[in-house]
């Protein structure tokens, strides 16, 4: 299965699964087991330090011999310097959010570097494309975290039409139903957040997966519309007081101020309520945690089953 995939071609991997690169929890731990079990493992920089990034790959790299991947936000004080760790250290795959890689591009593309940018709509797909993106990420709003306003149903399927590279569907997607769906709609590959948050790998605190364990259809919010920069978290004290502000017209300074450092908050010091618990809408369906291995394999064996049961529906 997979052996004529572009995407599994591409990268040198086994199966067409990324994981998502996911701020203080996609570490070495998390990227080096989705790996070894086959996808592509993704260290998230976010606004990590370029010496701190530099362990996390060094670590990896210790862990695993497998591609794995950076995920490189623009938006970060220490973007260049992060780049130049990238670069130095040869990553395999980069991933990008938050803006343009465009400047990047040639650095990467010369240490033989994949460099595939989140995108959130079909403008940004095909001005990254031009800019020399080997793939994209057509990540809908369903994702945890920072996130655009279209639809993984709708966008995916936009973006595939309108570029010539091949499509990674993220956005809602936890099991084999949400993979057959993203094939269907002309992705290559998926890429998850939410479900490998929910491993035993990865390092969120406890508290973190208990309170993602007891979350419904309808637990997510979306903060941070007024700065711009909406993101899908889970409801609790602090999103409550956040969009009470927002309702009210704060000024930006003092939303901002009241979502510093609360990412960290929930995810190593384990307060679910006024921390910011980043999660999909997938979250209702996420009710275990298993090793990242059993995660992909129960996704890739199931696949068949669930394209047999799609071939019924249509005789």
């Known amino acids: 299965m997979f052996e004529n995939n572009a995407i599994c071609k591409l990268l040198n991997i086994k199966y067409p699964i990324f994981q998502g690169g996911m701020a203080w929890i996609g570490t070495a731990e998390l990227a080096s087991a989705v790996s070894n079990a086959g996808g592509l493992g993704i260290i998230g920089a976010g606004n990590m330090p370029a010496d701190l990034l530099r362990k996390e790959i060094q670590k990896c790299k210790g862990w695993t011999d497998k591609p794995f991947g950076v995920n490189v936000m623009l ?76 639809t993984t149903m709708a966008l995916v399927p936009q973006v595939v039409d309108a570029v010539d590279v091949p499509v990674i569907g993220a956005g809602g997607i936890a099991d084999s139903r949400g993979m057959a769906a993203a094939f269907a709609l002309g992705a290559q590959a998926i890429q998850m957040g939410s479900r490998f948050v929910m491993s035993e ?91 990242v291995k059993t995660i992909i394999e129960d996704i890739v064996n199931g696949l068949p089953d669930v394209i047999k049961g799609i071939e019924s529906k249509c005789q």
Do not use: W
């Open 75 to 150: 938006l970060s004080p220490f973007v260049k310097d992060v780049m130049q760790v990238v670069l130095d250290e040869k990553v395999p795959v980069v991933t990008t959010g938050a803006g343009n890689p465009g400047e990047y591009v040639p650095d990467l593309k010369a240490i033989g570097s994949k460099v595939i940018p989140v995108v959130a709509s079909v403008a940004l797909a095909k001005r990254l494309v031009r800019c020399g993106a080997d793939a994209v990420i057509a990540e809908g709003t369903e994702s945890g975290g920072h996130i655009g306003e279209i």
């Open 201 to 291: 790998e990865c390092i969120a605190h406890p508290n973190y997966k208990e309170y993602v364990l007891k979350a419904k259809d309808r637990s997510t919010v979306v903060t941070g519309r007024t700065l711009g920069h909406p993101a899908r978290v889970l409801q609790n004290q602090l999103t409550r007081k956040f969009l009470k502000m927002e309702a009210e017209g704060a000024a930006p300074e003092e939303l901002e101020k009241l979502g510093v450092g609360s990412l960290h908050k929930a995810t190593h010091e384990g307060d679910v309520h006024n921390g910011s618990v980043m999660i999909g809408e997938i979250s209702g369906m996420l009710n275990d945690i298993k090793p």
